[in-house]
């Protein structure tokens, strides 16, 4: 079961179909004329190429490492970050990308709430850089830390990455609320 939390419409403005990837969501695709687009509060997103054969992909993690839980990476669950890389490199090397090829850009990581939560983000950040380092995969560019959000747009034929900065009254109060109830339930796992 792919645990693969996204949706995708045509965009009129683009001229293309945007492929938007939620919390816990990953997706890989051949097709270069593809969107991808998230919205990033203390979560990250990262970006993935492979230069040679354009296979690209996005996924967007809640917390660094991996759940406490024996199930979550073999049901797909993206939400950690460890399972979210894997998951996502896996389903990129599944439709041709090699994994000696692949380059990164990475985002997100925000200060979301004043409380011992906000060192999440922190951590999330950490993790990203040390994951990819340890598996060289080059970070080419990005976007992390600061007390905003984001809200991104990939496009796969160029490896360009569009960022807006929004500040945190911006983002759905339904998205924070969810990020939070999660963010609280897994440091109780």
Known sequence: MVFSISQKNYNSKLKRYVHEIFAGGYHATRN??????????????????DRLTGVAGMNHF???????????????????????????????????????????KIFGGGQLYEMALNNVADMNINFIKAYLRKNRIPVLAGSVGGHFGRKIYFYPDTFTVYVKQISFKEIPAVALQQEKRFMQSAIIE
């Open 62 to 104: 809640m917390l660094p490492g991996k759940s406490r839980k024996k199930v979550a990476a073999s049901n797909g669950d993206a939400r950690y970050g460890l399972n979210s890389m894997k998951l996502l490199i896996g389903e990129m090397l599944k439709i041709g990308a090699g994994k000696n090829a692949l380059e990164a």
């Open 32 to 49: 270069p004329d593809l969107v991808f687009s998230t919205l990033l509060g203390s979560c990250i997103s990262v970006c993935l190429r």
